[in-house]
């Protein structure tokens, strides 16, 4: 892992399509804003670890759970009733 010392208003490349740089720092929390290509994905850690997670849970999830669970719910469409017209 490099670490490197960035003050505000600096900012640092990766390759030579992306700039990081640091545009505010206060107390613990640091402020970055990154310029990339549109192809280039930019997400949190905390986020791809959540979508990982949710991802394995579903996994574990099999057909006939889904199923039951669908039909322990109350049904949404209406119903109609004798003599009831038909638009």
């Not at 390759?15 to 505010?24: H, Y």
């Not at 192809?39 to 850690?45: C, E, K, P």
């Not at 997670?53 to 719910?73: I, W």
């Amino acid at each position: 892992m490099l670490v490197m010392r960035r003050r505000a208003g600096e900012s640092f490349l990766l390759g030579e399509e992306i700039e990081v740089q640091v545009l505010q720092v206060a107390g613990t929390r640091v402020k970055l804003g990154i310029i990339a290509p549109p192809s280039v994905v930019i997400v949190r850690r905390e986020v791809q670890i959540t979508q990982d997670e949710n991802r394995t849970a579903a996994r574990s999830v099999t057909p006939g759970a889904v199923r039951s669970l669908l039909e322990s719910l109350p049904s949404t469409t209406p119903r109609r009733t004798r003599g009831a017209s038909r638009l």
